[in-house]
């Protein structure tokens, strides 16, 4: 779905790609090593031109790092962008905007049709801002953040799949997930920030640290309910400002300990069925527990 140069796909490549093939690794030929490519660099606000343009850019940054105050109409929970997409927007391996912007237009498998951006930003409020009806396509709002998210890759090549892109995958262990061991690695490295109920923490009537599960973190539908995306933002990202600290099998372990939790429901939930909307949109959709039963409980019920 996507024109790829060769040296972006050999930049994202899986260190261990050129592996895969061979059982014996005493095999392997010695390689010339070459140092990873280094992230792309944004520009800076200091480079922001003092016009109608820059005025706008700054409001798409406001918007982004404080969506719930500026935007409450269409969020309905206690996120803001800024909590998946870390350092404003910029920091690669956290879905930065720069990687983004100019992958689209793009199909997705989500909604199956070729999205623009736009509509891939109304994705974000309906199900990670569990905002319900999102901003209209050519809203103030997602117009700001439209060129917030331009400027960020204004210096970045149109159509290329830039090393940091995305959440970089983190393979599911042999052994899978244990939620035992999730819950352990939770208390030990997440709870100090979001809550030892995952509830998050506030200053007043603010989040100044995001819910992880409950009535105010992201809902079923959103990519991060997916064990395998929530393991790939934390293996590269958390605990905030250790990211990699954590090994795979800990990612994984914590990723499905967060989304064993109840959380608001998918807004495309058909009939009032939990089983049908696993069919339709869960099935396939990566690795995660909707509409599967957990020690005796019916994930995917949502709040009520």
Sequence with gaps: MKAFMLLGMLAVLPAHAATIAMEDQSQLQPTTAHPPAAPFQPPQESELPDNAYGKLVRQGYALFVDTQRLAPQFVGNGLNCSNCHLDQGRLANSAPLWGAYPMYPAYRKKNDKVNTFAERLQGCFQFSMNGGTPPAADSPEITALSVYAYWLASKAPLGVELPGRGYPDVAQPAKGYDLAQGAQVYKG?????????GQGQKVGDSYVM??????????????????????????????LGKGGSLSDQQAWDVAAYVNSHERPQDPRLIEGSVEKTRVKFHANDGVNLYGQTVDGVLIGQGIR
């Design 210 to 239: 995001p819910p992880l599960w409950g009535k105010d973190s992201y809902n079923w539908g959103a990519g991060m309910h997916r064990i395998n995306t929530a393991a790939s933002f934390i293996k590269h990202n958390m605990p």
């Design 189 to 197: 490295q997440c709870a100090v920030c979001h809550g030892a109920e």
